[in-house]
């Protein structure tokens, strides 16, 4: 059989920012599963089909356990021992110890709780956009815009003093941003660590309206609230930071749909999903067959990592009318962004709130906003980041 992609690419296509690199393209033309040769020398398969990632993602078969993820699908590591995921960092666990550790924070981001959040939101974006407008007539809407507004509500919502939401945030951009080097991004990791342990440590001492110190009643351990939040504060910035900043991009160069947003304020529900769908931020998953598994006329053997491209799957024809062109008013959703099954992102209904109010708060306040240099020379995140986007995005409007 024909293996149509041997490594991952290492960059989109020049002037096609918003689409998956073309050799994914190709990849699921030519099938939405095929092998893919693991620079460790693994065997496993990549897999580039709606239809196969959205099972896989259901599937208990396949495992998330950090301690299986021992091939990495552009770098070889040797023989490296991969320890479990540390107590309270969910995402890379199996049931049950998943459930312990997501099941007392399903509460607290229902859609109803979030949607209580909005008029706060709606304070954080109106306070950035007048910082924007009064330092204007230009801005890098990274960070006056996309990078604050998410920070600030994740942060509050943990309960993350104000003073040290810039160094937090500092941190974060380090270990998720793809572009520092191995000593860098441990010191960095190392350092988010710490200051977790010791606010754990202070929101039991003294608590506080907050979701972390509403954990600290519970039989939770400090080390676990210390995972918990690591994966809540890193997981609610740097998502949502990029969606803001690469989905504004994308409207801009798309000036018939940012029309038809800006004269129809309804429209704002549906755009968000299709920005969601059309960027593909998070633009894959990794998974690892327990037992064999039947799947798309393949046997995936016990053992095998299977690694699923979001954002070809959320480009798949047999699932999108004209999936790559970006529609506001497409009808056909169930976008694969926020994964699915047991790991479908808890703070989905957050960030959905965040773009619903920040975008046309934007929009609105900038009716000439625009970029302030050519588009093909906004910087783009590296395909390496865990999070695609724009390392900045300047802008300038009519004062």
Same mark, same amino acid.
């Given at each position: ?6 490594k ?11 689409d998956p690199?073309?050799e ?9 599963i ?17 239809d ?8 208990p ?6 301690e ?8 070889d590591?040797g023989d ?16 049950p ?6 099941k007392?924070?399903?509460?607290k ?6 949607r209580?959040?909005t ?5 954080v974006?109106?306070e950035?956009?007048?910082?924007m ?5 230009s801005?890098d ?7 604050p ?9 943990l309960?993350?003093p104000y003073?040290d939401r ?22 960095a990791? &190392? ?11 202070a ?8 979701v ?5 009643d519970?039989?939770?351990?400090d080390e676990?609230?210390?995972g ?20 504004t ?7 018939e ?5 800006r ?5 704002i529900?549906p755009?968000?999903?299709?920005l969601?769908r059309?960027?593909?931020?998070l ?5 690892v067959?327990?037992e ?12 095998? &990592?299977?690694?699923l491209s ?5 480009r ?6 004209d999936?790559?062109?970006l529609?506001?008013r ?5 976008h694969l962004?926020f ?5 479908q992102?808890l ?5 959905r ?10 929009l ?6 625009r ?8 910087a783009?995140r590296p395909?390496?980041?865990?999070i695609?986007g ?7 409007w009519?004062?």
């Open positions: 059989m024909e293996i149509p992609l041997t991952m690419p290492t960059a989109r296509q020049p002037g096609c920012p918003f690199p073309k994914l393209i190709q990849t699921r033309e030519h099938s939405p095929t092998p893919y040769p693991f620079p460790s020398g693994h065997q496993g398969w990549l897999i580039t089909g709606y196969l990632a959205r099972s896989v993602l259901a599937d078969r396949f495992s998330s356990r950090k299986l993820m021992r091939h990495h699908p552009t770098i590591y490296i021992e991969v320890p479990p995921a540390p107590p309270g960092e969910f995402l890379l666990m199996d049931e110890q998943h459930s312990r550790y997501r007392p924070l399903v509460g981001f229902t859609v109803r709780r979030m209580l959040l008029e706060r939101v709606e304070q974006t109106a950035h956009l007048d910082a407008e009064k330092a204007g007539p801005a809407l990274v960070t006056a815009f996309a990078k507004i998410p920070a600030i509500v994740i942060c509050e919502l309960g993350v003073e810039g160094r937090f945030q500092d941190n974060i951009d380090k270990f998720l941003g793809g572009e520092v080097s191995d000593e860098e991004l441990i010191a990791y &190392t350092a988010v660590q710490q200051y977790l342990a010791e606010l754990v440590v929101k039991r001492a003294n608590p506080t309206d907050d972390l110190s509403d954990l600290t519970s039989d939770l351990t676990e609230l210390q918990m939040a690591l994966i809540l504060l890193s997981a609610g910035f740097d998502t949502t930071a990029n969606m803001l900043a690469l989905g991009f994308a409207l801009l160069q798309n000036p749909q940012l029309a038809a947003l004269a129809e304020p309804t429209l529900e755009a968000v999903e299709e969601l059309y960027l593909s931020v633009r894959a998953f990794q998974r067959a327990l064999d598994v039947e799947l798309g006329g393949q046997t995936i053997k016990a053992g095998t &990592t299977v690694i979001g954002n070809t799957a959320n798949d024809p047999e699932r999108f009318t999936p790559h062109v529609d506001i497409r009808q056909d959703g169930g962004t994964g699915h099954g047991i790991h992102c703070g989905q209904q957050l960030a709130v965040e773009m619903r109010v920040a975008f046309p708060a934007l609105n306040r900038f009716p000439t906003l970029l302030a240099v050519p588009a093909d020379e906004v783009l395909e390496t980041a865990d695609y724009v390392k900045s995005l300047p802008v300038t009519d004062a």
